[in-house]
């Protein structure tokens, strides 16, 4: 069996904690140069270019592209066939976020308790999801997630009956309930189908897919094109001053549901669309 | 062209700005979010003085990344105005002239604005590290506690912002995306 040690973990997370607050994926960026080729709007264009030069001074290594430098948001998935030694794999997570975090100069923004919100001065604890997966690698996915955008974030238990109209009126309805708030241009992570709760880390999960690949689903593949055509044609534009670019990509992640459900969760995130990934 | 406002900052040299209008700010503001807020208000509500003059100072609902060695901040964008709805409009009642910040305002707030003559500016949301640069000085001020969410008295040299609601009653989310959309389906 294959034996991965936790400081291993540790320092790689605290690694991607600071890189992904510092540099964004070529894939948005990308992303971001062909819908400011596309925009028809001046103002907004100017914006698209102010957020281009921000993201080369984040790049100077200086300052982080956002000051809400967001909640670690760490995706395990772990081989079956791996071993891991030296201790405790969850205060590893937590002690390599509160490294990157302390180290790297990032905001400190994770309060104790949801209502009597003492910061706990670190940025931890950290969100972690873990899979369990074939194989004897482990891959660890950073994804620091700002909460002007999370918020804006929605969910609805469907009746099957609303089908496919009604899964894209709410997304489309949600981008546009968001406005100006989660900083747009703005990224959609959608989760349609399982339950409840993995409609929401689906929707998650599809923030984190590349901006420049098609949906293995020609079916879905068309939806994610049809809702940013329509979210783009709302006219809310970059920071909702007006304009084209509201929104840079809709990713859909599906599940097999329930016969009497239809869930859609609706995971909003913002310009800086951040994370970084290591497969040890 | 953007429009150049030095410091002391009076409600003659906003009264005239509307919405869309680009500004670049130069002078001393005050950072403040959502804990910030709620003390203030509840200081001024036991009678004490806050840890500013609130008549004719601008906020800017920020809570910047800790400062590296040398400089005087870190990043330092805009945070989502809406939370702070509940308590601006007392505060611009008070003479508070300038919020800067990002989104959507309550009816409140749209109407304490015209009331007082005052101006809801929007910082781009997400260009912290461009905006950074524009801060010269910083120091905390009260509330050393709340961390990124303390008092800071900044000094910023042309700070770009964008003239969201302003005193005649303008709105540029609503009339941006109208003109946007007139614009298209010409
Ligand atoms: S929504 Fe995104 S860009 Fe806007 S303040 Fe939050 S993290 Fe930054």
């Known amino acids: 069996m294959r034996e991965i040690n936790v400081d291993t973990i540790k320092e790689n997370i605290a690694r991607m904690c600071i890189e992904a607050n510092h540099y964004l994926d070529e894939d948005l960026k990308e992303c971001m140069a062909s819908h400011l080729a596309a925009e028809p709007s001046e103002v907004a264009r100017n914006i698209l270019e102010s957020i281009g030069k921000n993201i080369e001074i984040a790049e100077e290594g200086i300052f982080p592209l956002c000051q809400d430098t967001g909640m670690a948001c760490v995706f395990m998935e772990i081989g079956q066939d791996v071993h891991i030694t030296g201790g405790s794999l969850e205060d590893a997570i937590n002690e390599g976020v509160r490294q990157g975090y302390t180290e790297g100069y990032l905001r400190k923004s994770i309060v104790r308790d949801p209502l009597d919100r003492v910061n706990t001065g670190d940025n931890t604890p950290a969100y972690i999801h873990y899979d369990i997966v074939p194989g004897d690698q482990v891959k660890i996915t950073v994804a620091p997630k700002g909460f002007g955008s999370e918020n804006m974030s929605r969910i609805k238990m469907f009746p099957p009956s609303a089908g496919e109209e009604g899964v894209k009126d709410f997304v489309v309805e949600t981008a546009k309930l968001a406005g100006a708030n989660p900083c747009p241009p703005i990224v959609l992570g959608v989760g349609i189908g399982g339950t409840f709760d993995k409609a929401a880390l689906m929707a998650k999960k599809a923030l984190l897919k590349p901006l420049d690949k098609p949906n293995e689903s020609p079916y879905y593949d068309e939806m994610e094109q049809e809702l940013l055509e329509r979210i783009n044609s709302l006219g809310i534009g970059p920071q909702g001053f007006g304009g084209r670019t509201t929104a840079l990509a809709v990713n859909i992640i599906t599940a097999p549901t329930h016969i009497a459900g239809l869930p859609v969760a609706v995971n909003v995130n913002c310009h800086v669309s951040r994370h970084k990934t290591v497969v040890l | ?186």
């Open chain 2, 1 to 186: 062209m953007a429009i150049t406002i030095k410091e002391p900052f009076t409600k003659d040299k906003f009264k005239d700005l509307r919405a869309g209008e680009s500004v670049l700010l130069t002078g001393t503001i005050y950072t403040a979010r959502d804990a910030a807020h709620k003390r203030i208000t509840e200081m001024i509500a036991r009678g004490e003085k806050p840890p500013f003059e609130i008549k004719d100072s601008i906020i800017y609902y920020v809570g910047p990344t800790p400062a590296k060695p040398g400089r005087p901040i870190g990043s330092a964008g805009p945070t989502t105005s809406y939370r702070m709805d509940a308590y601006a409009p007392e505060l611009l009642d008070l003479g508070q002239l300038g919020m800067i910040g990002k989104g959507q305002r309550s009816d409140e707030v749209m109407a304490a604005v015209v009331r007082n003559g005052a101006v809801y500016f929007a910082a781009i949301g997400g260009a912290a590290a461009l905006m950074a640069g524009c801060v010269k000085e910083a120091e905390v001020i009260a509330f050393d506690d709340l961390g990124a969410e303390a008092v800071r008295k900044l000094y910023v040299e042309d700070f770009p912002v964008t003239v969201v609601l302003d005193p005649a009653g303008g709105n540029l989310y609503k009339e941006g995306q109208e003109a946007y959309l007139a614009s298209v389906s010409e």
